[in-house]
């Protein structure tokens, strides 16, 4: 997944764009997105995935497929947000009860609003994300901390595990491909043993790799700072410009009419 992400910040029709001004646009709609109205998150949600498979270009089935992949974390947080235990208080009656047991389980309707909300405001702040992470490139990221005062370290710590990320995976994906190989093992004992033993050779075999690359940085002239490449600014067109300005005074004078009817 790391590298289809990687490829398509790379190849996008956005790319060209200042990743200064795509950075400071995702973070205006970021923080509109986390303020407004639900209904408003909505609509933010819309407009940022149409940014990304519209003007950008990204493929509908794998951005289909990464944010439903990032909203998997909030279905296994429903749980916890519907399901309560006891006796539901007089006045809040059970929606749902669990037959067939003697502990009474019930969701009750503010548990049910409470999950919408929380989704409306989770996927309006991922598709503002993911309009960064899938037109911007990481290095042009970095470029952009840098020009706004962010510690060399952490700049360095960021590349680093960057750089990580594709030696693990592609530690595993050699481990699994010589699995199938091999035929595998049947059964389900068999298959989690050997998953556990995957787990441990595959952080043996991405610190050993880890190790190279770091005796390459030495070998290459690695002074215990990485020179990261300048800032370029560059142009935004005047279209993409007036879409995001009329769009974010489109979405505030919708607040504030919302505001006032309320």
């Known amino acids: 997944m790391i590298r289809r992400i990687d490829t398509l910040s790379y190849n996008n029709a956005l790319r060209q764009l200042s990743p200064l001004w795509k950075s400071f646009f995702a973070a205006l709609m970021f923080l509109l997105a986390y303020t407004v109205h639900p209904l408003l998150q909505l609509v933010i949600t819309l ?6 498979i519209l003007h950008a270009g990204i493929p509908v089935r794998a951005y ?4 439903g992949t990032a ?3 909030y279905v296994l947080s429903l749980p916890a947000l519907l399901v309560e235990f006891g006796h539901p208080a007089a006045g809040a009656p059970g929606i749902f009860r ?3 047991t003697g502990l009474p389980v019930y969701v009750t309707a503010a548990g049910l609003q409470r999950a919408g909300l929380l989704l409306a405001r989770v996927a309006a702040c991922m598709s503002c994300f993911f309009f960064l992470m899938l037109t911007t490139p990481f290095s042009e990221l970095l470029q952009v901390l840098r020009r706004l005062r962010m510690p060399q370290i952490v700049l360095e710590l960021m590349l680093i595990m960057y750089r990580f990320l594709f030696l693990l995976s592609d530690a595993a994906h050699g481990m699994m491909l010589s699995r199938r190989l091999r035929g595998g093992r049947r059964g389900y004992k068999a298959r989690l043993h050997e998953t556990a033993a995957m787990a441990g050779a595959l952080f043996g075999n991405t610190m050993h790799r880890y190790y190279g690359l770091s005796q390459g940085l030495l070998a290459r002239g690695f002074t215990d ?3 990261l490449p300048p800032y370029t600014a560059r142009p935004v067109p005047r279209r993409y410009a007036a879409r995001a ?4 005074t489109v979405l505030l004078l919708a607040q504030l009419w919302l505001w006032r009817l309320g």
């Open 64 to 67: 289909g497929l990464l944010f």
């Open 245 to 248: 300005y009329a769009g974010i």
């Open 71 to 73: 909203l998997l974390f």
């Open 47 to 52: 407009w940022m995935m149409s940014w990304c």
């Open 98 to 100: 669990l037959p067939g």
């Open 225 to 227: 700072e990485i020179i």
